[in-house]
């Protein structure tokens, strides 16, 4: 088994009292101060991530668009210039095998940055995908990703920028110096929070962490671990590579139908095509324990009157609601689909308890959570 990687901040961690894990291959912080008080700083001020075990990727040229259109479920002939978008990858069946984000960085030259998990199989599927058609290059172990997530998140950074980054728009990214490190500026985030994704060369990833944390002290901004990144996505009810999505479910089964172009030819997309034919046999959703105390996990069973009708893939207890949530596949084929509010029980500790179907995202900031109307 070969050791774990290690990001180029792995030292400053150390540093900062971080307690670590190995994840998607990485050596990497799952918390410094505590998973709730970083959750927390996060919805309250500003939270620092590394996510430097991403992989990312460059793909450009004349043909670079077609292998991306063929590749991914969305259609990024739509990007302009100095935008991005949300995909997914899969197989010809359907099923996916990752989810990653495309930035147009120029006329013909987009950056992918794709799961850690994912980095090797990625490369050498869209390698073969592409025939050598466009120029690809692997550009995961020379950059480093930091995130800054919060409401204040902008505000800190366009302390430290020497161009306006508060003009970027969401799911915009722009390139120029912050804390005097180049890098590119990506409005993108895992938390449901406002905030940035920086892309930078190794050689400036510390200088530029230590500067954000620097100007964020006043605001009580925090670095943020796994822990917490994996509390917030959720709360965010966004989909997590290995839980909500894998080999066996697809994009549709997700809830994930927007960023599925069909009527091009993808890999998959007449797997898809069939799906939304024919109806789906699983559906995601989100549920509550209805105690507000039992916290269901991944791979717990689901019960739907009576029957066994699923599995919870993920679950946890949600710092900014005060009470555990969960998402779970539902199997509805041939059956009524799931409606927000239908009584559910999930097995725990070996005991069924009582669950109710809820609306995702199960949090959204600045908004009266009951009144999301947002998908099941």
Not at 193 to 203: A, M, R
Not at 242 to 267: Q, Y
Request: hydrophobic content about 40%; glycine content about 10%; charged content about 25%.
């Amino acid at each position: 088994m070969n050791a774990p990687k290690r990001t180029v901040l792995f030292d400053l961690h150390q540093k900062l009292g971080a307690r670590m894990t190995v994840f998607g291959g990485f050596e990497m912080p799952v918390s410094y101060s505590g998973i709730i008080e970083e959750h927390l700083a996060v919805r309250n001020s500003a939270g620092i991530f590394d996510l430097s075990h991403m992989g990312e990727f460059e793909i450009s040229g004349p043909h670079a668009l077609a292998t991306i259109e063929r590749a991914f479920t969305n259609s990024a002939a739509r990007l302009k210039l100095g935008q991005a978008q949300y995909t997914i990858m899969c197989a010809e069946d359907g099923g996916t095998l990752d989810d990653l984000i495309v930035y147009r960085l120029e006329s013909e030259r987009y950056m992918l940055c794709v799961n850690a998990s994912n980095i090797d199989a990625d490369r050498e599927w869209i390698v073969e995908l592409n025939g050598g058609r466009a120029k690809f290059e692997d550009v995961s172990d020379a950059t480093a990703l930091i995130a800054v997530q919060g409401p204040v998140a902008v505000a800190i950074l366009a302390i430290l920028a020497d161009f306006p980054i508060a003009d970027v728009p969401r799911f915009g990214i722009a390139g120029g110096q912050v804390a005097g490190i180049t890098c590119l500026a990506a409005r993108t985030g895992y938390t449901g929070e406002d905030g940035f994704e920086l892309f930078v060369d190794n050689d400036g990833a510390r200088q530029l962490f230590e500067a954000i944390l620097d100007a964020g002290a006043a605001a009580n901004a925090k670095p943020v671990g796994l822990g917490a990144r994996d509390t917030l996505r959720l709360e965010a009810g966004l989909p997590l590579y290995g839980h909500e999505l894998d080999r066996n479910s697809s994009p549709l089964e997700a809830g994930l139908s927007t960023f599925v172009k069909l009527g091009r030819d993808f890999v998959g997309s007449a797997a898809l095509t069939t799906q939304r034919d024919m109806g789906l046999k699983k559906k995601l959703i989100g549920l509550q324990t209805d105690d507000g105390r039992m916290v269901a996990r991944q791979g717990y069973r689901v019960f739907r009157n009576g029957d066994e009708a699923g599995v919870i893939t993920s679950g946890t207890f949600a710092p900014s609601i005060q009470r555990p949530i969960a998402m779970a596949y539902l199997n509805i084929a041939g059956k009524n689909p799931p409606a927000v509010g239908e009584p559910l029980e999930v097995e725990i500790r070996e005991r069924k308890t009582r669950a109710t179907i809820v609306r995702r995202p199960f949090y959204r900031h600045g908004e009266d959570q009951a009144a999301s109307t947002a998908s099941v």
